[in-house]
């Protein structure tokens, strides 16, 4: 049977248990004997605990224990950052890892106070209502801009200032000379909004403890479970990391949400370890809203400097960052480095300089979220040529013709530090804007006009850093009968990962999807493994696969040679079979696999079996871009909104399989898009509670807010790994949040409405009209 | 004793009238296809039919449902066969993390019963169970095919 290689579209091997009711996730394993647990969460922003009483809990029926941080002592280490950075006066910056359980005080409304473990799910809830804690509170503050001012109330009283820290990006003096003798500065302040992943599958773990062989099990859903081990074997619990093992089954979405340092991971082996019962926990969607990690939430003042030309001279800009109250690795602050130098997009920049400010509030902490940076540094460049464009007169898509880089500038160095490899920006731009058809807007403009709407369309040329250097590993078993088994570190959480790799498998060994079993985050059974995010899988996992597959070819070929009675320089390998060049004597993979299992078979010195493996570390990252199209119509009398038209162009390099990347650009958009439209998770200004802590304030997108989207790709490979992949997990959420904005401000920038912070609600949408038609009728300049 | 039917089989369940039935069925009767997702009827993840009418499981007692048959995503496939719909989302490669896809079909079966032939406005109006990877495109499509494909198998 012929095997579907890479860049066929084929569907899904993994769609048949999905549609039957048989993805196993999490929350669906139980094991004997059981317990649930709960965690006991502090509904203060910031205060001091005076004491905690459990001692009624604790008696209830059905209660195994009621554990706080006196009674996890020191059994538990925290977790560390390595990216030592310094404070605004010099000092070593300041951050706090979670410890296992509050003690003295809480510093955001969730912050973990308790763990209760009861026979059932009930009566661990009940129990938690009657744990007593005394609290004192404190003055809390839970806004970035809040944070900064003077005489705020502190995140931590040891911080006054609530600077964590900061850092720069660029070249400062250069960039203020070209400033000072720049034509034209154009300056704005973006804000873009705090917001979930909000995976359908809230966080869950199962956690046991084998007094045998004094090992830890944990089921659990995070994109990274070799991580999850070694963390908390190094960093928690403090013991070889052979003595914990983690598994991850079908996982409902992670986003980069499910990061490895999950708090609850160690209370429930611990509470295992001490009950000798498995312990498990499912997060509510409440209890997601108050403690998960959040993404984006920043505030940006971004200035571009033009020559009389239009030309972009210099960019500078200030990143302020919320990191909440607890930033227990680099985790927490990784959205304000790596991925920011994305800022100067694909347009050449002399210079540039960016200072970031992180700053400390009483919320929980930040982390990757699809993009981690990338989005945000899209939308501030997109945004602000956009208002470049408007200020200087110059049409947008010329400001951005004028100054894109150009194939021939590539590999090219850019202001910021990114090393662009390849890419043809500016005919991903053309492809993108002549399939939305650009230049007939006006029409469509004036039509919807007639019909009492407001029509805009908007542009954007994301770009992004994806599969980043850092390992990634693959193993290839074979067994006699020649099928074989991949065993990989990369871990699938919706992604198609499992179709991909096989199709993978079959362009590099002819092997058909049927031949292979594939096996992903038992960190028991796969013997290395990093994690899925970042965009990296296909690129890093593919090729450390890859990898694994010419050390198989090169061992099947000296076994083929010899059974073939030829010279392995003669020996060619096509389609899953060994041929001896120019004849028809072959012999397949599968029964040189069966040989290889034959000792008195094979070629003296040759070692029996066929098992291989494959490391791979990218030296540099890849660089998906695209170009995204995307049209609105507002009604003003409601400020409802509709997006009619949305178009991408994208390369993302080598496509494994072009149905799973349009896939994954359908999502990008999704949420992007969610977050522009309606998305946010909001703290009250003056007490940094949690004003929208279910479905029922933060919401959500669905079917209705989105039209078709259109993809199209173009393909210029990259040569930083051996596929050519660039990664697509992100790219459609960097582009999404700038296209769209564009789009609503193009639509209301005929009422004077050039500023407008996300979320587009159509209650936001009808104030900042009608806001808009009172200064005008005032007669106050537009701004 | 609480009786029931799931997926055609009966069941007897030793619970509390008012215990919501996305536990009783995951919980009690070990049927794991309906998934948890936030518990307030906001979802969908949850999502069974009830006599043939979408309902979120989890927000409905058990009590509630005495007398009326229960279908979970499980109960889809006939002898082996996949129901139309099921077919659909596989050709058009729905699922992501699959994890809302159950209460995705289940709504969609419903909706192609009393709608054999929706409009885009009708499934947007009708499917509003969330998918957070995004897959609202391919559901869309995926739901015109199985229109057309239970309408080709009645002509
Ligand atoms: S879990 Fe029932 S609607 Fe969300
Ligand atoms: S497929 Fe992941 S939530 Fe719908």
């Known amino acids: 049977m012929s095997a579907a290689g890479i860049g066929q579209s084929v569907t899904r091997q993994e769609d048949a248990r999905f549609l039957s009711g048989r993805g196993r996730y999490v929350g669906d394993i139980n094991l004997p004997n059981q317990a649930r647990a709960i965690v006991l969460r502090s509904p203060h922003a910031h205060a001091l605990i005076r004491s905690i009483d459990t001692a009624v809990a604790s008696a209830m029926p059905g209660v195994l224990g009621v554990f706080t941080a006196s009674d996890l002592g020191t059994d538990l280490g925290t977790t560390a950052v390595a990216f030592k950075r310094t404070r605004p006066d010099g000092s070593p910056m300041f951050w706090r890892a979670y410890p296992g359980l509050a003690k003295e005080a809480v510093h955001h409304v969730g912050d973990p106070v308790a763990f209760v473990v009861a026979e059932s799910i009930d009566l661990a809830k009940d129990a938690a209502e009657q744990v007593q804690v005394d609290y004192a509170a404190l003055p809390a503050v839970g806004d970035i801009e809040l944070a900064l001012r003077p005489g705020a109330p502190a995140a931590w009283q040891d911080c006054p200032d609530n600077v964590s820290h900061v850092h720069e990006l660029g070249n400062r003096a250069a960039t203020d000379a070209a400033f000072a003798a720049a034509a034209h500065v154009v300056r704005r302040r973006y804000r873009v909004s705090r917001v979930h992943a909000q995976y359908m599958e809230p966080r869950c773990a199962l956690g046991s403890y084998d007094p045998i062989d004094g090992r830890f099990t944990l089921y659990c859903d995070a994109q990274q479970p070799h991580r999850v081990r070694d963390i908390l074997a190094r960093e928690v619990f403090r013991i070889p990391s052979g003595r914990i093992r983690v598994v991850g089954v079908d996982i409902g979405g992670g986003f980069g949400g499910k990061g490895p340092q999950v708090l609850e991971f160690r209370l429930l082996l611990w509470a295992a370890r001490k009950l000798g019962r498995p312990v498990k926990w499912v997060s509510e969607r409440s209890e997601s809203l108050l403690f998960d990690e959040h993404g984006r939430d920043n505030l940006h003042e971004a200035e571009i400097a033009l020559d009389a030309d239009g030309r972009f001279l210099a960019l500078r800009s200030h990143w302020v960052a919320n990191v909440g109250a607890y930033v227990s690795s680099d985790r927490n602050i990784q959205a304000t480095f790596q991925n920011t130098p994305g800022l100067v997009g694909v347009y050449d920049f002399p210079v540039g300089h960016v200072r970031f400010t992180c700053v400390l509030t009483n919320t929980p902490s930040l982390a990757p979220y699809r993009g981690a940076g990338r989005p945000e540094a899209s939308y501030v460049i997109e945004r602000l040529i956009d208002d470049a464009a408007l200020e200087t007169g110059i049409d947008r898509v010329e400001l951005r013709r004028r100054n894109i880089i150009g194939p021939e500038q590539l590999p090219k160095i850019t202001a910021l530090g990114y090393h662009y490899d390849c890419g043809e920006f500016e005919r991903c731009m053309d492809e993108a804007l002549g399939i939305a058809d650009w230049s007939g807007f006006e029409t469509r403009r004036q039509a919807a006009k007639a019909r009492g709407r407001l029509r805009g369309i908007g542009l954007s040329n994301p770009i992004e850093r994806a599969a980043a250097p850092g390992m990634e590993f693959a193993e290839l078993r074979f067994d006699a009968r020649g099928r074989v088994t991949a065993l990989m570190g990369s871990k699938n959480h919706g992604q198609g990962h499992e179709t991909a790799f096989k199709q993978v498998l079959a362009t590099h060994l002819g092997l058909a999807a049927a031949d292979i079993d594939y096996v992903d985050g038992d960190t028991d059974r796969v013997a290395f493994g990093v994690g899925t995010f970042g965009s990296r899988s296909a690129a890093t996992a593919g090729t450390a696969l890859v990898i694994a597959a010419g050390k198989i070819i090169e061992k099947a070929r000296r076994i083929a040679a010899h059974r073939l009675e030829a010279g392995e320089a003669d020996i060619q390998f096509a389609a899953g079979v060994f041929r001896i060049a120019g004849t028809d004597r072959s012999i397949t993979l599968k029964d040189v696999a069966a040989i290889a299992f034959l000792p008195e078979q094979l070629p003296a010195g040759t070692e029996p079996g066929l098992f291989e493996n494959g490391m791979f570390s990218p030296e540099d990252n890849t660089y998906p871009y695209g170009s995204h199209v995307c049209e609105v119509e507002i009604d003003p009398e409601t400020g409802a909104l509709e997006i009619v038209r949305y178009v991408v162009a994208d390369d993302v390099g080598t496509q494994i399989n072009p149905l799973l990347v349009k896939g994954q650009i359908h999502g990008g958009i999704g949420q992007g898009g969610g977050q522009v439209l309606k998305e946010r998770v909001l703290y009250d200004p003056d007490n940094a509670q949690l004003l929208t802590g279910s479905f029922m304030d933060y919401a959500m997108p669905r079917a209705d807010d989105f039209c078709a989207i259109e993809v199209s790709s173009i393909v210029v490979p990259t040569a930083r790994n051996p596929l050519g992949v660039k990664g697509a997990g992100e790219a459609g959420a960097v582009g999404a949040v700038p296209a769209l904005m564009n789009a609503i401000i193009d639509a209301l920038s005929p009422l004077g409405v050039q500023q407008f912070e996300m979320p587009a609600t159509p209650d936001r949408i009808w104030r900042a009209i009608n806001e808009a038609g009172w200064t005008r009728a005032q007669g106050a300049p537009v701004a | ?155």
């Open chain 2, 1 to 155: 004793m609480i009786k029931l039917t799931v997926n055609g089989r009966a069941h007897e369940a030793d619970v509390e009238g008012e215990m919501p039935l996305l536990w009783v069925l995951r919980d009690v009767l070990d049927i794991k296809g309906p998934k948890f997702g936030c518990g307030i009827a906001q979802c969908g993840a949850c999502t069974v039919l009830l006599d043939g009418a979408p309902v979120r499981s989890c927000s409905v007692p058990v009590a509630a449902i005495a007398g009326k048959k229960v279908t979970t995503v499980e109960g889809l496939e006939v002898n082996g066969h996949l129901h139309p719909v099921q077919q659909a989302w596989l050709d058009h490669e729905v699922p992501q993390c699959g994890y809302c896809q159950g209460g995705q079909m289940l709504t969609a079966v419903a909706l192609l019963r009393h709608n054999p032939k929706p409009s885009d406005a009708d499934i947007d109006a009708a499917m509003t169970n969330i998918c957070r990877c995004g897959t609202y495109a391919r559901i869309r499509t995926a739901v015109h095919a199985a229109a057309a494909s239970s309408q080709s198998k009645r002509a």
